[in-house]
């Protein structure tokens, strides 16, 4: 019976896909009764403001959020207001979620498995409630989650056709991911891992000695970039009050003794090595509860309900997604690109300091969903459903 509801249902999966994405915007906007005005959303809207009737783009800690600001002025100006900015991010969600299932076909070489993957992670990208909901928030992590989805998929896009336009517009992807956050160059980054994996296979060594020459020579231009993007977080004063969630006194790490702090004058960058290399143990304790609380789901003020649903639903996803990462069945710079987002976004978060909600993980969930659906097709492949064939007496 369920394999002949699965075989009725499956042609038409993507129409159920596409209404259930609707059903799942109409929920939040319902629930939050349209666009929804928090902490942060004030100084985007200020700063958008300014854009649009002054052309001013501030300086300072907001200009790391460039983009953002720069995507609401667009619907302020044109008079369409906070439902214009939501609008707008609801339909950047639809086309990342378009972009999500065609690079998970793609991911994988069978092209009857890919698609069953894709379905499957596409319809836990839309259900997952730490995810959509953001579109309704006045806040960036919509438009970085679905730049970072789209920026997969133009990844995937070059695996059959790298042609010079899917390459541009990869490279389009990345710079505006870059600039929707300051920790937005991980995208960029898992991009130049997956890019790295596949010189590093090759027989022909100029192309990646050429690559990290000029890596080398452009160091000290991406240190001084690293200092601009940390000049405005303080990140010695959350290290110094323990703090595993930005401003919040729950769950910190109480040092032993005296903190060795850097001297005056110190640069940002600087600073955080100095204060790892003096107080290593201690600052070992906060990167790996900071972990513990990126990843896990627990935070202290999470309700019974979102915690279970992270150790029953997240906790698997990862077990199952780590068991993937490394198939060769998996197109290399895709699963190396999906294996290097989360990891990464974790180590930003590790040296800097986790929030009270899931800004951080939400953003990159999407790579654990792929990677886990992926797993899950080819541990329990499809029954192909035949008919029986008549006897003959």
């Known amino acids: 019976m369920l394999g002949l509801v699965f075989r009725r249902w499956w042609p038409q999966h993507r129409w159920w896909l596409a209404g259930l994405w609707v059903l799942v915007q109409a929920f939040w906007l319902w629930k939050y009764h349209g666009p929804h005005f928090v902490n942060d959303s004030a ?20 200009r790391r959020y460039l983009l953002y600001p720069l995507f609401q002025s667009v619907w302020l100006a044109l008079g369409l207001g906070r439902w214009g900015i939501v609008a707008g ?19 994988l070489a069978t092209p009857a498995l890919g698609a069953r993957a894709a379905a499957l992670a596409t319809a836990a990208f839309i259900l997952w ?13 919509s438009l970085f989650l679905s730049l970072s989805v789209l920026s997969f998929g133009a990844l995937m896009a070059l695996r059959h056709r790298p042609t010079a336009g899917r390459w541009a517009a990869l490279l389009g992807l990345l710079a505006l991911a870059a600039l929707a956050r300051p920790n937005g160059f991980v995208v960029a980054l898992a991009a130049a891992l997956a890019g ?3 010189l590093r296979r090759q027989r ?33 004063d959350t290290y110094q009050r323990g703090e595993l969630i930005f401003r919040s006194p729950l769950w ?9 702090l850097p001297p005056p004058g110190t640069g940002p960058a600087a600073r955080v090595l100095y204060f790892a290399a003096h107080n290593f143990s201690f ?17 202290p003020h999470y309700s019974l309900a979102h915690r279970a649903l992270n150790v029953l639903g997240l906790w698997p996803a990862y077990f199952l997604a780590a068991r993937t990462a490394r198939s060769p069945q998996l197109w290399r710079p895709g699963r190396v690109f999906l294996a290097a987002l989360p990891l990464l976004q974790a180590a930003v978060v590790m040296l800097t300091v986790d929030d009270w909600d899931v800004r951080f993980l939400a953003p990159v969930l999407f790579a654990v969903f792929v990677l886990a659906a992926a797993a899950v097709v080819y541990e329990h492949p499809p029954i192909t459903l035949t008919r ?3 006897v003959k007496n």
């Open 252 to 260: 910190a790490v109480h040092p032993a003794g005296p903190l060795v």
């Open 129 to 141: 409630p730490d995810g959509q909901h953001f579109n309704a928030f006045l806040l960036t992590e």
């Open 89 to 107: 991010q609801v339909a950047a969600s639809g086309l990342a979620a378009r972009a999500l299932y065609r690079g998970t076909r793609r991911l």
């Open 43 to 62: 100084r985007y809207l200020l700063y958008a403001q300014g854009i649009a009737e002054h052309g001013y783009f501030e300086p300072g800690h907001n």
């Open 196 to 198: 790295l994996s596949v």
């Open 204 to 236: 022909n060594r100029r192309p990646l000695l050429a690559l990290l020459l000029l890596l080398a020579l452009a160091a000290p231009l991406l240190w001084q970039l690293l200092n601009y993007q940390l000049e405005t977080f303080y990140l010695l």
């Open 283 to 299: 600052f070992g304790q906060l990167m790996l509860r900071k972990l513990l609380v990126f990843g896990s789901g627990l935070k």
């Open 388 to 390: 029986p064939s008549s």
